[in-house]
């Protein structure tokens, strides 16, 4: 098990955050868990410590928001998440560490600005096939390699105006199935060794927390304040690693 004393000091606030996020404030504080651990271990080590800690959180997130998904959407979008998964299955290995650095600061630069764009653009409703199954497949994409699936997933589904507990609801159903899923392929790839288990075991009591302090924030707290502060901690760690990550590939 990991037991470097800052390690824990940025995994803790990653986990709560990633509850946080399913628990009812959305993709943006989720991704800035794996930056967050990245700056410590490699990313492909945080990825894999989370996954088993993120099923915990998906089943605590599905009692909480039970029967109150869209199935409509989870059926146009999870065909296309799990093909998105098998694609970053077969893809990932062949990434170098400072690859997939520049990959997480990218993603998390390219959500931030999508953000603060997308406020603008005039909301959109309906369920969508076309729209559904490309949006899924990216998020089963990025939520394979950088557990990054949320903002992805979010551009198909706010501008639906779902009613705010139905919208939660979706997204955990929809990432109990994907994050089931990529179990698979993570064995396979021998992403869980002993000790990256032994640390998701120490950081699994913080899993629950998270996803209750967020159910409470849902009710309580400005979710377009919690969202300006995530995005904006977003960009910082984005550029950092993307920094890292095109230093590391051109040295």
């Known amino acids: 098990m990991i037991s470097d004393p800052f390690f824990y000091l940025c995994a803790i606030p990653a986990v709560l955050l990633f509850g946080m996020a399913k628990g ?40 909480s928001f039970r029967g109150q998904w869209s199935r409509e959407n989870l059926k146009v ?27 997480i600061g990218l993603v998390a630069l390219a959500f931030s600005l999508d953000y603060w764009l997308r406020r603008t653009i005039k909301p959109a409703t309906g369920v969508s096939l076309t729209k559904g199954s490309f949006w899924g497949m990216v998020s089963g994409f990025t939520s394979f390699g950088i557990h990054s699936g949320g903002p992805p997933i979010s551009v198909y589904l706010l501008p639906q105006q779902l009613e705010k507990r139905q919208l939660m609801g979706t997204f955990a159903m929809f990432f109990t199935v994907v994050n089931l899923v990529k179990l698979v392929p993570y064995t396979w790839l021998g992403q869980f060794s002993t000790a990256n288990l032994a640390t998701s075991l120490a950081l699994v009591p913080f899993a629950p927390v998270g996803v209750w302090l967020g159910y409470m924030a849902l009710h309580r707290i400005s979710q377009k304040m919690i969202y300006q502060i995530s995005y904006a901690f977003l960009v910082a760690v984005g550029v950092k690693l993307s920094w890292e990550g095109v230093r590391g590939l051109l040295g």
Do not use: C, H, N
Request: proline share 7%; aromatic share 8%.
């Open 24 to 63: 009812g404030l959305g993709g943006g504080p989720a991704m800035l868990s794996v930056p967050l651990m990245a700056l410590v271990i490699s990313p492909i080590q945080a990825a894999a410590i989370l996954l088993p800690i993120l099923v915990v959180m998906d089943f605590v997130a599905i009692w």
């Open 77 to 103: 979008t999870l065909p296309g998440a799990i093909a998105g998964v098998v694609v970053g299955a077969f893809t990932f290995r062949y990434l170098s560490e400072d690859a997939v650095k520049l990959m």
